[in-house]
């Protein structure tokens, strides 16, 4: 089985309410074993109380697996990124500490390291991954490049990410605002909140204020 190549997934970080549905849903994921594995942020909490999920990009050359002394992180053909296989991983944390969206868990008790596969069990069979079927709002979107662009006119979906001199190309899209011409967010700019380069780029605190 792959994921079906004319559904992606997109997350929308303007329609996150907090409501934690994604993270109860992402509990009850067969492969999980109850833990979840998407994170819920808050964007600036000491001044917002805007949340953002976080799901693994799946990185089409993840960090996470080039770090991993023991081989252990694999990405299956259909581009998406496997949690550590239990008799290779040694419970290093490099991919915990490499990966630069912060994704990897490293559970102690297991002594594993578990993140999101997309819900690769139902993905693979053409089904939604558990955070996209019960979100309410559409921050977390599964489905066709043309679903999204009729539904969401005023914003596009990027899948190029700049950390400093990194770029990093990914499987999931991130919708930002559809303002001039931007092809990808600038990570590192979302730090200090400038944007950096004479390209224009948005930073991921605008994608999430809807700025």
Known sequence: MAVPSHLEFFV???RCIGCKACVQACSECDTHKGYPMIHLEYID????????????????????????????????????????????CIACNNCVIACPFGVPK????FKLMMKCDMCYDRSSAGLKPMCAAVCPSGA????????????????????????????????????????ASAEYLDVTAAMDEQTIGKEITFNILDAASGY
């Open 12 to 14: 929308d970080p303007n």
């Open 45 to 88: 909490r000491a001044h917002s109380v805007q949340t953002v999920p976080v799901i693994c990009m799946h990185c089409d050359q993840p960090t996470c697996a080039e770090v991993c002394p023991a081989d252990a992180i694999k990405r299956t053909g259909d581009g998406v990124v496997q949690s550590a296989r239990k008799p290779r």
């Open 106 to 109: 490293m559970e102690t008790g």
């Open 140 to 179: 977390l979107f599964y489905g066709t490049r043309e679903q999204i662009e009729q539904s969401r006119p005023r914003s596009q979906a990027v899948k190029k990410f700049q950390f400093g001199g990194q770029t990093i190309t990914t499987k999931v899209n991130m919708m930002t605002p559809k303002v």
